[in-house]
């Protein structure tokens, strides 16, 4: 059982460059999350998907994107990295709504 | 402004004590309650939930306790085990909002 799949596990990004976290779940889940968690925080809630087709800011969005792709896919994308992105990404489904999430293992992003 | 507050970074406990995790939180709005856990290199797995409507749940060694008028709830872990030792997030759910707002963790270790 796979349940929620992030890659890449680690990056290392210069200042300035773009890349594209992306994640999948095999649930036929209809919702889907980004968080972000930094040292001393909790996770924080960066974009989420209530349904294929559908996107909605959460508590930190600036300087991301999200695509959700299909019913699978939710991918997020830093289009120039900032040293202030630095963190842990999860990504998360629920079968609708946001009550009980279903959690990657996580992409640790590193931005020099 | 932290919403919701764990105060208790870490906490170390006996094999076979109770373990007390606390968190408190300050939007009135809050009307359900999660307690996720996380070891290191993974994401967090949901544990245990509670409605507003409800001041207990149980499930195994693991009870939630809810006292809306002081705005905290509690995990309770009995008896603790080593394979308890981990990170323990307490999250709320605001309604009309499809979101939960994390605490920042408290690190449990059980002690053999």
């Known amino acids: ?112 | 402004d932290q919403q919701v507050k764990q105060n208790s970074p870490s906490l170390s406990v006996q094999e076979g004590r109770i373990s007390i995790l606390n968190c408190d939180y300050t939007n009135s709005m809050f009307d359900y309650f999660l307690w996720y856990k996380k070891y290191p290199a993974e994401g967090p797995t949901f544990l245990i939930s509670i409605s507003s409507i409800k001041d207990k749940n149980e499930d195994g060694r693991f009870t939630v306790f809810l006292n809306k008028s002081a705005k905290h709830l509690s995990l309770h872990i009995v008896p603790s085990q080593p394979g308890d030792s981990a990170v323990y997030f307490c999250a709320a759910e605001d309604t009309g909002r499809r979101a939960l707002t994390f605490g920042s963790g408290t690190r449990l270790q059980v002690q053999p």
């Open chain 1, 1 to 112: 059982n796979a349940g929620v799949t992030q890659t890449p596990k680690f990056q290392v990004l210069k200042t300035g460059q773009s890349m594209t976290l992306q994640c999948a779940q095999d649930m036929n889940h209809n919702s889907m999350y980004w968080y972000r968690q930094d040292p001393g925080m909790g996770l924080r809630l960066i974009y989420y998907s209530a349904s294929e087709g559908t996107t909605d800011k959460g508590e930190v969005p600036n300087g991301y994107n999200v695509s959700r792709l299909n019913k699978r896919e939710f991918s997020l994308r830093l289009e120039s990295a900032a040293p202030s992105q630095t963190s842990v990404y999860f990504c998360a489904s629920s079968e609708d709504g946001w009550m009980t999430q279903y959690f990657g293992a996580g992409t640790r992003l590193s931005v020099l």
